[in-house]
């Protein structure tokens, strides 16, 4: 069994004194491990950095096996950012997060699409507002979508600005009424385009955060990655 694809390397970890097991997120295949014949080596300490993108070439004696990995380097990413901890932050949490939500084998087009975009746009203005909606899309593709187009009470598209924590839908001001304290806050920025200041990046990542915890958490059964939490306590 072999494939060829590309991808973007989630983890690395040694095995034994030469080799390495890494977890990579592909184009075609999802979420993947294999091994990696010499990976733990000087040589190729540089390449098997999170977050970058590779070019992978996988082989296995029968299709269930781990199999290994031969791989060249197209894209680095880590050190782009090593200079930016809040960025570096959002680095760390993409990976996380697709290792913790990301069914194995299974191809994920549009989420890997927007991981790539948003992978190379971190560091870059206007960088938090993608990490917040590929959080959304991470939602949407594990089947835990919201529904922030129109609001859940009049149908209305403009002047959302709340999500019900029960339902995942949007609502307006003047739906909201007396319940607005109950809501969650929806930060306009996330529907207009226009880029987050710190308070709307901090909202935003509740909102979505929310979710993660309580709708994809509870259905996986374990806590949200420690990476998340690093991110969100840099955001202040």
Request: neutral net charge.
């Amino acid at each position: 069994m072999e494939w060829r694809d590309e991808g973007i390397l989630l983890s690395m970890r040694p095995h034994g004194e030469a080799n390495a097991i890494i977890e990579v997120f592909s184009a075609l295949h999802g979420r993947h491990a294999g091994i990696v014949h010499g990976g733990a080596s000087r040589k190729m300490a540089p390449v098997l950095q999170p977050g970058a993108q590779l070019d992978l070439a996988w082989r296995a004696r029968l299709e269930e096996q781990m199999g290994s990995f031969t791989v060249e380097l197209t894209r680095a990413r880590a050190a782009w950012v090593l200079s930016d901890r809040l960025a570096l932050a959002g680095l760390s949490a993409t990976c996380a997060l697709c290792r913790y939500a990301l069914p194995e084998r299974q191809a994920s087009p549009v989420l890997y699409g927007a991981t790539v975009a948003l992978m190379d746009r971190l560091g870059q203005a206007g960088w938090l507002r993608d990490y917040a909606l590929w959080e959304l899309t991470l939602l949407e593709e594990t089947g835990f979508g919201l529904d922030l187009q129109q609001c859940a009470v009049t149908g209305a598209n403009d002047g959302l600005a709340y999500v019900s924590p029960r339902t995942g839908r949007a609502v307006t001001v003047q739906a909201a009424g007396d319940f607005a304290a109950r809501l969650l806050v929806l930060p306009a920025g996330l529907l207009s385009g226009a880029a987050l200041d710190a308070r709307e990046a901090r909202e935003a990542l509740h909102l979505s955060g929310f979710f993660l915890q309580h709708w994809l958490s509870e259905s996986i059964g374990r806590p949200l990655p420690e990476a998340r939490a690093r991110l969100v306590s840099q955001l202040g």
